[in-house]
């Protein structure tokens, strides 16, 4: 019977082994990863005259399969695969550096290696908190079999029977959850921009990041006193007049109120409730109908109004069409100021996300609702492909 009471309390652990034997099952990938991310372009240093553009190209093809081992994995083996991919960059700026080709070649896949992982670890947390959920209800089943299940059988054979029944329903169990970490990972919990995201941060500036630099005042405070302060009085009415107001003048505030514009409208439309009486529901739909109907119209004129041109340049829509190009434009914050870190970093968490909404604006075209125009949508969809491409330009320079 202590045996058998031993068993019955040791089973809360076999979901942790069951965790614990996925997680080890991404071991076999390593030897794969490394032929791609370290022996290949290696070879390729020792065997090609123009060894920058092979390294391209190679990253080009490398691209999509890396994309495929993080999209198409089970879910339970997600945050481990991330793990693995990100050892790799860590063992290429170890190893990278600028004095040979080898060495520059090393740091070309480990930056698109840092990108990728990057991108995906936006979605950790919504990954965990999946698992989590698939978890629990199981867990919570197998906490209540315990309880109810015998451990005091004197009689060998109900002993027995005993045991049987619960190993059949421990059973189910594991396989329920096994097949629930084997699952594939559900594109929704990959990271986009959300109300909460782009109306709570919209704007940020340097005086709301950490460690701030400081104004002008208190830079030259301490230089006033070693030379003429009419000269540097001038100069910094100069540089708090005449430079702050050209740099005002390239400020994005039209463009951020455009911007909030739109996700608050979106956000109050989404956000109408309808009444429950089938009287006035019919009534209170069509009224929302036709306001989201007009909402549409009204910001493709200001679309139209403000010169986003309609349609793209072939070369822009080869690059939006790939995600290897798109991750090839993130910034590196390292070695930066802390003031300039924050604000990068809060930029590329947008630029990850953006990657993402702009593909399931994709999907939505081509399963949108039928109360709305397939003309009108496809209009805005090349508007935001517009948009976007224009905001890479503007990366890139």
């Not at 790799?88 to 090393?106: A, P, V």
């Not at 400020?251 to 911007?259: L, Q, S």
């Not at 739109?262 to 089938?278: D, E, W």
């Amino acid at each position: 019977m202590s045996w058998r009471q031993l068993e019955l309390n040791c089973w809360a652990q076999l979901l942790e082994a069951q965790t614990q034997s996925m997680e080890n099952g991404v071991a076999e990938w390593w030897f794969r990863l490394y032929e791609l991310l370290i022996r290949s372009p290696l070879s390729i240093c020792a065997s090609d005259d123009d060894t920058l553009s092979s390294i391209a190209d190679h990253l080009a093809h490398v691209s999509p399969l890396l994309d495929q081992f993080m999209r198409e994995g089970p879910i339970g083996q997600f945050e481990i695969r991330l793990n693995l991919l990100e050892s790799f960059s860590n063992y290429g700026s170890l190893t990278g550096d600028d004095q040979s080709e080898k060495g520059r070649s090393i740091v070309r896949v480990t930056r698109h290696v840092d990108a990728l992982v990057q991108h995906y670890r936006l979605a950790t947390p919504g990954i965990i908190a999946e698992i989590k959920r698939l978890r629990e209800p199981i867990e919570k089943e197998m906490r209540d079999y315990i309880k109810l299940a015998s451990w005091k059988d004197v009689n060998i054979h109900a002993l027995k029977q005993s045991a049987n029944n619960t190993h059949r329903h421990l059973h189910r169990c594991i396989r329920s959850f096994r097949e629930a970490l084997r699952s594939s990972v559900p594109s929704s919990l990959l990271p986009r921009i959300s109300y909460e995201h782009l109306v709570n941060g919209s704007t940020y500036t340097l005086e709301s990041s950490p460690d701030s630099p400081p104004t002008t005042g208190h830079v030259f405070a301490s230089v006033k006193v070693l030379a003429d302060e009419t000269l540097f009085q001038r100069f910094t009415d100069i540089l708090n007049s005449d430079v702050v107001q050209v740099v005002s003048a390239w400020a994005c505030g039209t463009a951020d109120v455009v911007a909030t514009s739109i996700i608050s409208t979106s956000q109050v439309l989404s956000a109408v409730p309808v009444s429950s009486n089938p009287k006035e529901k019919e009534k209170e739909f069509k009224s929302l109908l036709s306001r989201k109907k007009r909402a549409l119209a009204d910001l493709l004129k200001e679309l139209k109004r403000i010169g986003v041109p309609p349609s793209l340049k072939p070369q822009q829509v080869s690059r939006l069409n790939s995600r290897f190009q798109l991750l090839e434009s993130v910034i590196s914050s390292v070695g930066l100021p802390p003031h300039v870190q924050f604000l990068l970093e809060k930029s590329e968490d947008y630029f990850h996300r953006l990657v993402n909404g702009l593909e399931a604006a994709r999907i939505a075209f081509t399963v949108h609702h039928s109360d709305v125009p397939t003309r009108d949508l496809k209009r805005l969809l090349s508007s935001v492909e517009t948009i976007f491409a224009f905001s890479l330009d503007l990366r890139n320079q």
